[in-house]
């Protein structure tokens, strides 16, 4: 995997390769589960030889270049960069709990599907493809070269550092439970060895060793994503596109959810994290209130979703303006694939549970029965769910029966009766949508300690050799800080998530949109803007979420970028107007930033 | 080639291209689920019209309005001389 003109024009046929390489290999473990091996071992294979081909191709992929370690060379195809953007995109909070969110939470909840989507025409429209022209090898390097000064460098520095550290702390946290259910060692031991797996992709070769990775990590979790679906749907007599044909199983759900009286039937007991099902599956409450939480939160995680760096940076691998235009639609389109899956899949899981006419059906069963089940043994061992009898009728009511919901994806595969190479395939999949995520956000805090940070705030002088030693250094050290918090378990995977996402839509949003699109934003505005923003945001945060305030309007912990951003925008824009208009060479920076032609605003390696 | 006027041009053209191409996904961010609860009431493809709208109808839209977005963006930077050479 040396850098070469060749390797660009093979990547169709090395990527073909591996995709047939990882399906003979699913055989092989559903030929070996025949054979008597056993499910743990199924397990521990799946994992363990994913790791190691991600772990293998980090290797091949190392390099002592600055433009290859922080930019891959920038020539990653757009297509490739899509999936890769779509692995670094989709994390533990996508593959793991975001069918579960929708199981749980119903039509409420797909305001994190709409969001999580459109973000993408923020990135296309306003920035990706400025700052590919501006030649950037890190967020914080756009808005220090775009207003100047250390300061504002530094600020874009602080909100990444925020916004990426709280995000890598939940995808650690992630592959941590996957490695410690699958391999059967305790999460603590599961979190460092996540975290090594994550090192060994990223730290020999920066952001190239991270694209080709990434993308071999989309493939395997793609596969995993949709291979139980399509199954069980086949099954269930839905054909092999269930993302088409399960409209009847939306309206089944609707009798079925009148037959168990599901939202009528209150829970009568508490278990901390789990929790009854008490939502309507497609119904959309009529009143304004709910309709204004649904668009507060799509607003805040698609304005996340054009400021989060690790993102950003992605497109700065792409060989042109255009093909990074380009590649934000593949990467849409490879983020969709597993999107519209979701609420499918959550349909599909409700259904088997519901169903009284299916075998896997529970609700209404006897609970000596229910208890009986294998699935429902293994998950409430470790804690996952719970089979009460509240009214002691013997019968399994819709709110006696609690669980956490990422189970879903994890134990569909069990519910539906699928056999376990299914699940060990699952389990791979989302350590290497943990991972791949993971890889991106610690390459991003990394990079921009060591190119923004000391490179250019401390020691400008520093050779290349250095800055590249010192890059590696702050990855593993970021990455062991990462890990101690996140063996703390202080939040659950979602909440850290959506939190990252009002961080960075606080704090960088605006300054990062006005700076190509408002040629009178200056550096007083710019760090007014960022600072905020990212305050306002934060002390918002913590009044709401641990000083007992009561939300104003709704807006709550996973909404308060809606405070966040206001704030910044009109910060930036009354300080930028009360201050000097920007130098005419900056000025003259931003038309040249504006057309795609002609070279880069910072040359290709600085 | 590159005057001021081709430059305003390009931009002029530009800017008109982002907020169409925001108009659109406003209505299909915000607009349509505003109204989920009533769209409910009406089906498509079997489907319940708000849901499908939240679960796949925008998404398909925006995957689509990106790839549109980025063909139109080239053909405005052709057009006006702004384009990259080498391709």
Not at chain 1, 9 to 14: A, M, R
Not at chain 1, 157 to 181: E, H, W
Not at chain 1, 230 to 250: E, H, R, T
Not at chain 1, 551 to 568: A, K, Y
Request: with cysteine.
């Amino acid at each position: 995997m040396k850098k070469s003109g060749n390797f660009i024009d093979n990547l169709p046929k090395i990527y073909g390769i591996y995709t047939g390489g990882f399906l003979v290999f699913i055989l092989l473990m559903a030929v070996l589960e025949q054979m008597g091996v056993s499910a743990d071992t199924i397990g521990i294979l799946f994992v363990g030889f994913t790791v190691f081909i991600y772990a293998a191709i980090g290797w091949l992929s190392r390099t002592m270049q600055v433009d290859a370690y922080y930019v891959a060379g920038r020539q990653v195809p757009p297509v490739f960069n899509g999936m890769a953007t779509a692995a670094d995109w989709m994390s533990g909070a996508s593959f793991v709990a975001m069918a579960g969110g929708i199981y749980m939470g119903g039509h409420a909840y797909l305001a994190f599907v709409v969001g999580w989507t459109g973000g993408y025409v923020l990135v296309a429209s306003l920035m990706a493809p400025y700052l590919r022209k501006f030649g950037c090898y890190t967020v914080p390097d756009f808005i220090g070269t775009r207003y100047g000064g250390n300061l504002a460098r530094f600020c874009a520095v602080l909100v990444l550092v925020l916004a990426s550290f709280t995000y890598v702390t939940a995808q650690i946290n992630a592959t941590g439970t996957i490695a410690s259910r699958a391999l059967h060692i305790p999460f603590e031991v599961g979190v460092w060895f996540g975290l090594l797996g994550i090192l060994l992709c990223s730290m020999l070769g920066g952001m190239r060793a991270v694209t080709w990775t990434q993308v071999a990590q989309y493939i395997v979790l793609i596969i995993a994503y949709l291979v139980p679906v399509i199954w069980m749907s086949n099954k269930q007599g839905f054909g092999l596109f269930p993302q088409l044909a399960y409209g009847d199983a939306v309206m089944r759900l609707g009798e079925l959810e009148a037959l168990h009286q599901v939202g009528e039937l209150k829970p009568a007991e508490t278990f901390a994290g789990l929790r009854a099902l008490t939502v309507k599956h497609a119904e959309a409450a009529g009143d304004p209130f709910a309709a204004w939480k649904f668009a507060t939160l799509t607003l805040c995680m698609m304005a996340g979703t054009a400021s989060l760096p690790h993102i950003l940076m992605r497109y700065f691998t792409t060989p042109s303006v255009k093909a990074a235009r380009q590649s934000v639609a593949w990467s849409l389109l490879f983020i969709f694939l597993l999107y519209f899956t979701a609420p499918a899949l959550a349909t599909f899981t409700k259904l088997q549970v519901l169903d009284p006419n299916l075998a896997t059906g529970i609700i209404g069963k006897s609970i000596a029965e229910v208890n009986a089940l294998e699935w429902i043994k293994n998950w409430s061992e470790v804690g996952f769910l719970k089979v009460v009898d509240s009214n002691g009728d013997g019968l399994l009511q819709i709110n006696e029966f609690f669980m956490r919901g990422d189970i879903v994806v994890l134990a569909t595969p069990e519910i539906a009766g699928l056999p376990y190479v299914i699940s060990g395939l699952v389990a791979a999949g989302g350590m290497a949508a943990a991972m791949s995520t993971a890889d991106g956000l610690l390459l991003a805090i990394a990079n921009a300690l060591s190119h923004d940070l000391y490179y250019k705030i401390i020691d400008p002088k520093a050779e290349t050799k250095t800055r590249l030693i010192v890059a590696r250094v702050l990855l593993i050290v970021i990455g062991a800080g990462a890990a101690a918090v996140a063996s703390l378990k202080l939040t659950s995977i979602l909440g850290a998530v959506a939190w990252a996402f009002d961080f960075a839509c606080s704090g960088l949003f605006f300054p990062l949109v006005l700076g190509v699109w408002w040629k009178r934003a200056n550096r007083q505005g710019a760090i007014a803007g960022m600072l905020a923003g990212l305050i306002s945001g934060t002390l918002y945060l913590y009044a709401v979420r641990f000083g007992g305030m009561e939300p104003w309007l709704g807006i709550d912990h996973l909404r308060f970028g809606i405070i966040g951003m206001p704030v910044s925008l009109v910060a930036m824009v009354v300080v930028s107007l009360m201050t000097p208009a920007p130098s005419d060479e900056i000025q003259k920076m931003v038309d040249d930033t504006r057309v795609p032609k002609g070279d880069t605003i910072l040359s290709s390696s600085h | 080639m590159s005057n001021g006027s081709d430059h305003a041009t390009h931009w002029r053209r530009t800017r008109a291209l982002m907020w169409v191409t925001l108009t659109i996904w406003f209505v299909f961010s915000f607009l349509v689920h505003w109204f989920a609860s009533a769209l409910n009431e009406s089906s498509f493809l079997g489907f319940p019209l708000g849901f499908y709208m939240a679960a796949q109808g925008s998404l398909f839209i925006f995957v689509v309005l990106i790839f549109w977005f980025a063909r139109a963006q080239d053909r405005i930077d052709r057009e006006c001389g702004f384009a990259e050479e080498d391709e």
